[in-house]
């Protein structure tokens, strides 16, 4: 048995509204809004009266989405805040992009920083971490001709 395809990743925020700009300001497009809760989402997740708000997110081509996640019940909960990039676990989302430093300028409007540098790989891309809101951490990939 083989996999369908991979349907979205999941990123749990406390600030929903400011999460949902930036990614809308990086290119991606609100598919939906929605608040789950009940003994199914309970079941599912392993948390007793959940409560959680769900901004659905995808990118342009269809293909890529991003879940995000506001626990209203039970809170969320972190271990380390703006963790670095090499913190076990899902660290960061990479998107391609065309004009690198346009997309950063607009994403720097909504708090974003460099994590580091934005640097050449060869001649086939240019590319750079970017930390968002909640500490997330998204890669900008440009491919150069």
Known sequence: MTILRMDNVGIVVDDLKAA???FIELGLQLEGETTVEGRWVDSVIGLDDARVEV??????DGHGRLELMKF???QATTVEPNAPANTLG???VMFAVEDIENVLAR???HGAKLVGELVK????Y?????RGPEGIIIALAEQLS
């Open 90 to 92: 899902i660290r960061r």
């Open 20 to 22: 949902t700009a930036f």
């Open 107 to 109: 994403l720097q409007d």
């Open 72 to 74: 209203h019940k039970p």
């Open 126 to 130: 240019r590319l750079c971490y970017v």
């Open 121 to 124: 790989y060869e001649d086939k």
């Open 55 to 60: 901004a659905m997110m995808r990118t342009p």
